[in-house]
């Protein structure tokens, strides 16, 4: 349907927080004619003073322009919005780069694509102060046709990567990419209570640890490349090694009087693949208890 669209698209916004402000500024910064709509009123008033036209109602918005795109607090306030505006969604595409679960991704997915419009969700990979510079970048799933046909306003927010036909997918990704956030994250602050404890500050310690962490990202692509493979054999680090190292930070970090609750269940995974009889594998086997099918 859209894939015949031709010629600058017509934009909406729904929901103008933090995100929502950033992607209409940048679509109106690049001379689209947006439209915006936002819950509480106040919100668009800095749009408007770049040019946005602003709407009375979600389906006003929807009414307004051949490209939707949402962004508000959860996937069922996207339903709320969208739902009486159902008749005038057919021919349209919506993108939604609302942050929710595959489970609502495809949920709603099927609603919008029952309505006549075509639906691409999206995982948004930038904080509003950097959407639209080169380090932001977008995973889309969903419509491809859809897609392809709005790229050039879309890439405007970011770098787009279109990661499959299943609406669910980048919300799949998404879950993934930031679980390994988390992670980080975790570390993080572990890291610097431990340090903490024998007066290191964290402004003191973390320019070693993004030394090393940095490296240590580089190492990702090859344990990945082993994990795809299946295959183990290393002569970089072992799980043994690991699993030595991991249990004298433990040890370290509850002599200091700290819960180890964050990395024990890692030292968790290296004992299970050790007993399991894989001491001299590759660290990243771990996954595989994990997975439960070592
Ligand atoms: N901020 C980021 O860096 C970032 C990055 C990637 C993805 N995201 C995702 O983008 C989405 C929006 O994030 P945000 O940072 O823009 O959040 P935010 O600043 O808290 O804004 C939330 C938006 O949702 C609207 N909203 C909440 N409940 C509503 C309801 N019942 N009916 C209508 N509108 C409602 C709010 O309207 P009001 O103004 O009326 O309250 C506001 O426009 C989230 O899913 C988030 O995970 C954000």
Do not use: C
């Amino acid at each position: 349907m859209n894939a015949t669209h031709t010629g600058p698209a017509t934009i909406s916004v729904l929901g103008l927080g933090n995100l929502g402000q950033a992607l209409a500024g940048t679509f109106l910064g690049k001379g689209h004619r947006t439209t915006v709509w936002n819950r509480s009123a106040g919100k668009a008033d800095r749009l408007v003073a770049q040019g946005a036209r602003v709407a009375d109602s979600p389906s006003a918005a929807v009414a307004d322009a051949d490209l939707v795109v949402v962004a508000v607090l959860d996937y069922a306030t996207v339903r709320e919005l969208l739902l009486p505006a159902a008749d005038g969604l057919a021919g349209r595409t919506v993108v939604n780069l609302t942050t929710g679960t595959p489970e609502t991704a495809r949920e709603l997915a099927a609603w919008v694509t029952d309505q006549g419009a075509a639906y691409v969700d999206g995982a948004v990979y930038a904080v509003p102060q950097t959407v639209g510079t080169a380090s932001a970048f977008v995973l889309y799933s969903g419509d491809e046709a859809a897609y392809r046909t709005y790229r050039p306003a879309l890439d405007l927010l970011g770098d787009g990567v279109f990661v499959g036909a299943a609406p669910e997918l980048s919300s799949v990704y998404d879950t993934a990419v930031l679980s390994g956030m988390y992670g980080l994250f975790a570390g993080f602050f572990q890291a610097v209570a431990l340090a903490g404890t024998e007066g290191i500050t964290a402004a003191a310690l973390t320019p070693q640890l993004v030394r090393w962490l940095a490296g240590a990202a580089e190492a990702l692509p090859g344990f990945a490349d082993e994990i795809d493979r299946g295959e183990y054999a290393t002569t970089t680090s072992t799980l043994e090694i690991n699993q030595v190292g991991l249990r004298n930070i433990l040890a370290t970090t509850e002599a200091q009087g700290l819960p180890t609750d964050l990395l024990s269940p890692l030292l968790r995974l290296f004992d299970d693949q050790v007993n399991a009889g894989h001491a001299s594998a590759s660290l990243s086997r771990a996954v595989e208890s994990l997975r439960g099918d070592r």
